[in-house]
């Protein structure tokens, strides 16, 4: 055991961190600023790769895939808001748990009727192919991409939601609708638009696993699990949670492959439940609102 | 508060209704030798894991069952009876299977079941059908279902078995003094794959310098590569199944494994191969029961994909599809043999059937009811190569049926 091949094993936890927080993003948004559980998570992040899939196909290019996807499914879940969660809204916070929990079943269930049930290849783009030599070791060129896509989400959320006015209002919003509908706020046109980016993010998550993990109707199972450890461990609704719990769970995960690699999944559980018991709100977590 | 009456009324009435028919049905139920009686159709239950990981694999499973029905049906049924399969879902998930293998017993009173796949689920099954005197087709890879402690005498098992595969795919992949590291799925498939692989190393002379087991349904192995790299093997042998099969040979590949060693699986899965491009397996080498390209040489593979072809507008048969056919074909060619679905002349007419249906010739050895067949070992075609969207494989070589590749059946633990 060299230190190269330890430092080599830090890295690819940061970069599996990296895959993991664009995983956890869209559920963390769509909670931390409506108090919403997707449970459709991991079904959207499917549907967005197929929907990658599919403008790939079309189009021929791997870019449009990654642009176009999530703008179709994120116009999809602005329909899902309006039409499905909408109604839902004053009540209690088990009823759109629910919803979307159905609805993720029967996105799996559309999916398989008209894709199938096998695997559907992806490419990885030729552009991304091949791998770099980190001076540590290899490491595969579409990685390090992914890495950069998600810093690059990551800074253009925090610039909409630090700097702009649009973010100043949803994150009022969040704090208190009430006071924002006694100023004027149309605070159902905001819920609206907040969900259907967390759901383009979602979509993103799943164009970009795509070329790694395969596209299949069953792909964003263990997505939903792993969204929500994350998403626990950085304390739900927190953004800087959701990236410090990405790092801290791709790192503990890649350790544990070194020394107990058949422990690599559950680690990521044990971690949570370790995390819940010190913190039980999470590393950045305040008490979530209305629960 | 007339209307409350009145609700009350019609709730008594649909319950009355209720009450009568239920009792039709459990008449229905309990006088089943009404249902029986118009020419005693020979019913097969069929268990497989529909939905989940490998559901590929499962519903070509079901595909060639049904095909090895229809042919006997248009031939004018089996024994003169008509046949039927009744398919079930599993999940994968053995307290299912085990549920709906009851249900095909005492409910639907099937002759006899063939099917679950992942060999923890067909153990379960196996448990269900030894205790209920049924007889059993598995279909799945197990060694354990092959020794004396879960031995049915109404069991009989068409797969192929870890031991015989790895030791044909490691007499044509390994080498004296090659090195080699595993990654194996954390279940009984992955344990066993590797078990049989070790022991063939021993004997050829190839040396284990790392064994790395994997959770199961993993969807990133990017953390286990580095280990991999650092050990510098030739042969990166990676025992899972399934999608893990797809998805860890990927991301290998990604990292550049393929130019620095060769990848070696037990099973190289036609299915796994169509969910990726074809650059990611080409070189990749696995063994198979069975591949449509068989055809060229072996005469009643040709017939088997032709009517294949003929059923499912042009699609061909698979590797673990197969066994689905020479499983249910194996059955009928016994229950034929004996004129009807007694067990024990069944048990009797198996043990010395010698039958080709599809891959060459086969018998169930009587120690332990395995089939003794022969065993492919495929490589995965480069782009260039390939003269069809389903030309995936070449065959390096069809191992002939010999016992010479078991474990004795003084090994397994019977006395003979």
Redesign the interface.
């Known amino acids: 055991m ?1 230190v ?2 330890i430092a ?2 830090l890295f ?2 940061l ?2 961190g990296a ?1 993991l927080i664009m995983v956890a993003l869209g559920l963390s948004i769509i909670f931390g600023m409506l108090g919403i559980v997707n449970f459709a998570h991991g079904a959207l992040f499917m549907v967005g790769a197929y929907a990658g899939l599919y403008v790939a196909g079309l189009t021929g290019s791997f870019w449009w895939a990654l642009v176009l996807a999530p703008v179709l499914i994120g116009l999809f879940g602005m329909l899902i808001e309006r039409f499905l969660i909408r109604p839902l809204y004053g009540r209690s916070p088990d009823d759109p748990l629910l919803l979307t929990f159905g609805l993720g079943y029967v996105l799996v269930e559309a999916v398989r009727i008209l894709f199938g ?5 992806f ?2 783009p030729a552009a991304l192919r ?2 770099v030599n980190l001076g540590i ?4 060129l ?2 390090l991409f992914v890495i950069g896509v998600v810093c690059t989400v990551l800074l253009l959320l925090w610039i909409g939601l630090e700097k702009t006015k649009f973010g100043l209002i949803v994150r009022a919003g969040s704090a208190d609708p009430l006071i924002m509908r006694v100023l004027g706020v149309d605070i159902s046109k905001l819920w609206l638009v907040v969900f259907g980016i967390g759901v383009g993010i979602t979509a993103l998550g799943g164009v970009l696993a795509a070329p ?3 596209v ?1 109707p ?2 964003g199972t ?2 939903l699990a ?1 969204a929500f450890v994350v998403t626990v461990i950085g304390g739900m609704g927190s953004l800087a949670g959701a990236v410090v719990a990405g790092l801290i769970v791709g790192v503990a ?2 350790m544990t ?2 020394f107990a ?6 680690v990521m559980f044990a971690l949570m439940a370790l995390i819940l018991l010190v913190r039980p709100n999470g590393l950045y977590g305040r008490a979530a609102p209305g629960l | 508060m007339t209307k409350g009456i009145e609700k009350l009324a019609l709730r008594q009435i649909s319950r009355r209704a209720a009450i009568l028919g239920l009792a039709g049905t459990a008449g229905v139920l309990s006088m089943p030798w009404i249902a029986r009686a118009q020419a005693e159709t020979i019913r097969i239950g069929f268990p497989t894991p529909l ?3 490998f ?2 694999e499962a ?1 070509d499973q079901v595909r060639s069952a049904q095909l090895a029905v229809k042919l006997a049906n248009d031939k004018g049924g089996i024994a003169g009876r008509k046949v039927e399969l009744l398919v079930r879902d599993d999940k994968l998930n053995a307290g299912e299977a085990a549920t709906r293998t009851l249900e095909l017993i005492e409910k639907d009173k099937v002759h006899a079941v063939v099917g679950a796949l992942s060999s923890a689920v067909q153990l379960a099954v196996n448990e269900v059908t030894r205790a209920r005197n049924m007889l059993y087709i598995s279909i799945s890879q197990s060694d354990t279902i092959n020794e004396i402690k879960d031995f049915s005498p109404y069991t009989f098992h068409e797969a192929l078995n870890p031991t015989m595969t790895t030791a044909v795919v490691a007499k044509h992949t390994f080498k004296k003094g090659s090195k080699v590291v595993y990654l194996v799925a ?1 279940y009984a498939y992955g344990h066993e794959m590797l078990r049989g692989f070790k022991r063939a190393a021993k004997e050829i002379g190839a040396e284990t310098v790392g064994e ?4 199961f ?4 192995y ?6 991999i ?2 050990l510098k093997p030739d042969i990166l042998c990676i025992c899972n199944f399934g ?1 893990d099969q ?2 860890s040979i ?2 290998a590949v ?3 494994v393929k130019d620095m060693m060769k990848i070696v699986v037990p099973v190289l899965l036609h ?2 191969r ?4 074809p650059e990611v397996f080409e070189g990749v080498v696995g063994g198979a029961n069975y591949y449509w390209g068989l055809e060229a040489t072996v005469p009643f593979a040709k017939a088997f994909n032709d009517a294949f072809r003929a059923m499912y507008k042009g699609a061909i048969p698979t590797d673990y599809g197969a066994y689905g056919y020479t499983g249910v074909a194996s059955l009928l060619m016994a229950i034929e043999k004996v004129g009807g679905t007694e067990p024990q002349k069944v048990i009797a007419a198996l043990e010395t059937l010698k039958y080709d249906v599809a891959k060459g010739e086969q018998s169930y050895r009587k120690c332990d009811h395995q089939s003794v067949q022969s065993v492919l070992v495929l490589e995965s075609k480069a782009k260039s190569a390939m003269k069809s969207d389903a030309d995936l494989f070449k065959i390096i070589a069809n191992e002939p049926a010999s016992e010479g590749v078991l474990r004795s059946c003084s090994e397994l633990g019977f006395k003979s």
């Open positions: 060299t190269q091949l080599m094993q690819s936890g970069a599996l895959v049930t096998d695997g559907i290849p490419s990885t091949g791998v070791g290899f490491f595969p579409y990685r790694m993990r395969n299949s069953e792909m263990l997505v792993e995960v890649s492959s070194l690699p058949e422990m690599a999944t559950i | 939905t989940g990981p559901a590929a519903n954390d790395i087991l994997h959770p349904g993993a969807a990133d990017s953390t286990f590569i580095p280990t790299l650092s999608r797809a998805n990927k991301q990604d990292f550049g299915n796994q169509l969910a990726v491009d």
